[in-house]
């Protein structure tokens, strides 16, 4: 089974500090994701990768950004955590081919105080 | 500009009910069509899909969905629901080109002795 690993269920932070959440998938594959979920707005994307040191903007870029070094990992940076960022955020991969469904890992409840 | 529409955010049913929970999008190209449930404090996993082919698309845990050209909908279906389905749905859907989904808003599904 594909594992996508996000490293913190829950995080609080307080506003202007630098957050990073990190993503990691096992089964190698080629694209990443980062969504928010927010009540009644369903999943927005924010970045997503299609390989290794690329990135594309999603909908919601703007305070973000994202790194990826290696394959298995896609990093979501707040450059300077704001209240407004406070959600549930989602990271997701898939193979490249249009057919695949994407997984997800379990979210990183984000509070910024 | 795409766009998927969820048009019930919540539906109530009891245990053994039928549910339909509805999805309609906007296109006027080819779509890929998909089905995601969300179980309490957990991530998003694929209940179904429709790339192309029969029109009437079967899933796990006893749901399908039949894809409607004509009416620009993918409705899900389950004849017979439990108390376990309880969830939240999300439609989504993506345009030719790359694996960018497009989320509707979400149906919370819950389901009463």
């Known amino acids: 089974d594909v594992k996508v690993t996000q490293s913190s269920r829950y995080l609080v932070k307080r506003t202007g500090e630098k957050v990073f959440l990190e993503c990691v998938q096992d089964?190698?594959?080629?694209?990443m994701f980062w969504y928010r979920q927010d009540p009644g707005l369903g999943l927005r994307l924010i970045y997503f990768?299609?390989?290794?040191?690329?990135?594309e903007k999603g909908d919601i870029p703007e305070g973000y950004s994202v790194s990826r070094e290696k394959k298995e990992r896609f990093s979501l940076i707040l450059e300077s955590a704001s209240t407004n960022q406070t959600s549930m955020y989602l990271c997701?991969?898939?193979?490249?081919?249009?057919?695949?469904?994407?997984?997800f890992g379990d979210g990183t409840r984000l509070s910024i105080l | 500009a795409q766009s998927v529409t969820q048009l019930d955010s919540q539906v109530p049913v009891f245990e053994e009910a039928p549910v339909e929970l509805r999805c309609n999008y906007s296109s006027s190209v080819s779509v890929y069509l998909f089905w995601y449930v969300q179980y309490p404090n957990q991530g998003l996993q694929l209940l179904l899909k429709?790339?192309?082919?029969?029109?009437l698309v079967k899933g796990i845990n006893g749901f399908e969905a039949e894809f409607n050209k004509s009416q620009t909908s993918f409705h899900l279906r389950k004849p017979s629901v439990h108390i376990s389905d309880t969830a939240e749905y999300f439609c989504a859907v993506i345009l030719g080109g790359f694996q960018k989904l497009v989320f509707g808003t979400g149906t919370r599904l819950l389901v009463s002795p």
């Open positions: 089964m190698d594959h080629e694209n």
């Open positions: 997701a991969s898939s193979l490249r081919s249009l057919d695949q469904p994407q997984h």
């Open positions: 990768s299609y390989d290794v040191k690329m990135k």
């Open positions: 429709y790339l192309s082919g029969s029109t």
